[in-house]
């Protein structure tokens, strides 16, 4: 079974725009992770982000953490072609995953 | 080595052939975990190894799925007579903590595509 959701499904944008993904769990975390995977490829990390923490930032990815509500959210700014790929969240030693969301950044 | 290991690349099993499917961490990590990742699905979580202590295994779909990792390093993931179901995407991941900091996330391999025909 799976830990999260993350929603929409799918996403295509234009290169240059936002891309926002959302992610909901169920159980209670210390922490929340996100993981981008290219076509045939394994998982690449992008980001951790505490329990305690509601906000981070790294690079051009800015995360969002509501416990209350147990979700996240992934923001990629200013959207490159070399940004299409699926994105995961996980959380938990197991690190349990949802089904992702298919990312297509259209040049 | 700089990254993890997965081996082979592609595998073709007849159904009832038994595979293994080997994964080499990143030197000196200290957590394993194994998935199964089925075609436009995330990972599913098989086993978990910490050294070379399995720690959880709760994820193994059956008793045909079989893990070890006999020196805490290498490990293999070995499905005995393989059925059509098992087809999908196994992908082996290594940590050098024992739970994920901000500092380390998991390193995963570029997995296993077995396919039972």
């Known amino acids: 079974s799976q830990q999260g959701e993350e929603d929409p499904q799918a996403l295509s944008i234009q290169e240059g725009e936002n891309a926002t993904m959302n992610c909901s769990y169920k159980?209670?975390?210390?922490?929340l992770q996100w993981y981008r995977q290219n076509s045939g490829r394994g998982l690449v990390h992008l980001i951790l982000?505490?329990?305690?923490?509601r906000e981070k930032h790294s690079g051009r990815l800015r995360v969002t953490l509501d416990t209350s509500k147990k979700s996240s959210s992934l923001l990629i700014t200013a959207s490159r072609a070399a940004d299409t790929a699926s994105y995961f969240c996980?959380?938990?030693?197991?690190?349990?995953f949802g089904e992702g969301t298919q990312l297509t950044v259209n040049p | 080595g700089a990254g993890v290991s997965q081996s082979p690349r592609y595998k073709v099993a007849k159904r009832g052939q038994d595979v293994a499917l080997r994964c080499d961490p990143i030197?000196?990590?200290?957590?394993l975990f194994w998935y199964q990742q089925a075609l436009g699905q995330g990972p599913e979580f098989l086993t978990y190894?910490?050294?070379?202590?399995?720690?959880?295994k709760s994820g193994l779909p059956s008793d045909r799925f079989f893990a070890e990792r006999p020196e805490g390093s290498v490990s293999t993931l070995k499905i005995q007579r393989t059925q059509k179901e098992d087809s999908a995407v196994y992908l082996c991941?290594?940590?050098?903590?024992?739970?994920?900091?901000?500092?380390?996330?998991?390193?995963f391999g570029s997995g296993t595509r077995l396919t039972v025909v």
């Open positions: 991941a290594s940590s050098l903590v024992l739970l994920p900091t901000v500092n380390y996330g998991y390193t």
């Open positions: 159980t209670s975390i210390n922490n």
């Open positions: 982000i505490r329990s305690n923490e």
């Open positions: 996980g959380s938990g030693s197991r690190l349990t």
């Open positions: 030197s000196g990590h200290v957590s």
């Open positions: 190894f910490q050294n070379e202590a399995q720690l959880d």
